[in-house]
């Protein structure tokens, strides 16, 4: 192939230059963030540094959107790590609403320059206020007003790290996985085939406060280590529970995360998703969170392939929001529906306890579970698995 030919090709298969990287101006928000121009890939490119402690720390570029972010199907960096388990972040802000913004987190366990192509929709609305961002859409990426590289707090994990970014481009062509990985049987056959076969099982339990091993509620017990115990007694097996549950995140936050989790765990046997109380305090209501919820279990399954059986929960009640919270669970039962995702019902249940005895589900401050409630949920869970994912 002539040479000329081979360099016109090499060229075609590059996207558009968003930035180079040799002279981006960098803003601090804090001093535990800071940039330095390096060396980079070609040319030169800005390492970020983040100290111990780094929550809310950002470098924040001046980057923006234009009419040719719209013709692409997403965007790519060249990332050079520092060799830790951590994960680097950025974050878009969209038309200057501080309240649409977009998070995305990668890896940084590799010392080489390694490209990280991103698609549209594998940046997360961290608020209910944001919508996918999608060139066609209510939100289409031309509008991006800024690029952060940061952390804010629903990322609990701040340990200090550091990491290299050169050549950000646009991708006009992005081959996505259009798998659905719905299931061929019941939700939750595998799970429970592997249970009957007595062979072990690792779990992850995605959720907020009433999941959190960390909450001070859940100290004493937690419906996660009530379920091991139940399927270890019943079944006779072992059972791993992943818990990168955090309190005071909503879902979405939840999503933005799975790729933390899923570096330990790749291929769970069963995923949990269990939250709603934050989320109507942020503003969530009955149809984004139903759309939410089967984002939820889309993003589980092309994460792990496929090979997770995926359990949508309810919004369990808070004692003062009896039945405040009720389109949350209905929401929840419809994308279970939607996505054929197994369902645990934990609204029905705990509707279900007589009246005198409710208010022995919480502990002091009638929000959080106590040892009662732990166990209406992690009983709910188990009978969802053992009816496969659709308990009567």
């Known amino acids: 192939m002539p040479l000329l030919h081979a360099l016109l090709i ?6 558009p230059l968003i930035h180079s990287m040799d002279d981006l101006k960098i803003r601090l928000s804090n001093p535990k963030g800071r940039a330095e121009s390096v060396e980079g890939k070609s040319g030169k490119a800005v390492k970020f540094a983040f100290d111990d402690g780094c929550s809310g720390a950002f470098c924040i570029t001046s980057i923006r959107g234009t009419a040719d972010w719209d013709k692409a199907a997403g965007f790519s960096f060249l ?3 520092d060799g830790s388990k951590r994960f680097g972040g950025l974050q878009f802000i969209w038309n200057e609403d501080y309240a649409v913004r977009y998070d995305f987190m990668f890896p940084i366990d590799g010392t080489e320059w390694k490209k990280v192509v991103v698609a549209w929709r594998d940046l997360v609305p961290v608020l209910p206020a944001g919508a996918p961002l999608d060139p066609r859409g209510t939100h289409p990426p031309s509008k991006i007003t800024d690029l952060w590289f940061g952390k804010w707090w629903y990322w609990k994990e701040y340990g200090a790290h550091a990491y290299a970014i050169d050549d950000l481009r646009l991708e006009p062509k992005i081959d996505l996985d259009a798998n659905a990985y719905a299931p061929a049987g019941a939700p939750l056959a595998r799970i429970l ?3 009957m076969a007595k062979k072990p099982v690792t779990i992850v339990t995605m959720g907020d406060s009433l999941t959190d091993f960390n909450h001070w509620a859940n100290k004493p017990v937690n419906w996660p280590t009530l379920l091991a ?3 270890k007694e019943k079944y006779g097996v072992e059972v791993k529970i992943v818990n990168p549950a955090i ?3 909503q879902l979405r936050q939840g999503l933005i995360l799975i790729p933390r989790w899923v570096a330990d765990a790749p291929e769970p046997d069963l995923v949990t998703v269990c939250y709603g109380y934050n989320d109507w305090d942020g503003g969530m209501r009955g149809d984004l969170f139903r759309e939410t919820m089967r984002e939820a279990a889309d993003r589980v399954r ?3 392939r496929g090979k997770s059986d995926v359990l949508l929960i309810t919004t369990a009640p808070a004692l003062e929001r009896w039945t405040t919270m009720g389109e949350m669970s209905e929401a929840v039962r419809k994308a279970a ?3 054929k995702a197994g369902l645990a019902d934990t609204e ?8 005198d005895k409710r208010e022995a589900l919480y502990c002091r401050d009638k929000v959080h579970l106590g040892p009662a409630g732990h166990e209406e949920v992690a009983a709910a869970v188990l009978r969802a698995i053992e009816s496969g994912g659709n308990p009567k």
């Open 337 to 339: 529906a939607d996505r």
């Open 193 to 195: 085939e592997k249970l």
């Open 229 to 231: 115990a139940k399927l």
């Open 79 to 81: 990332v050079r790590g």
């Open 10 to 15: 090499c060229l075609q298969a590059e996207g």
């Open 348 to 355: 029905k249940a705990f509707h279900a306890v007589a009246a």
């Open 247 to 249: 309190g005071g995140t």
């Open 302 to 304: 092309r994460a792990t």
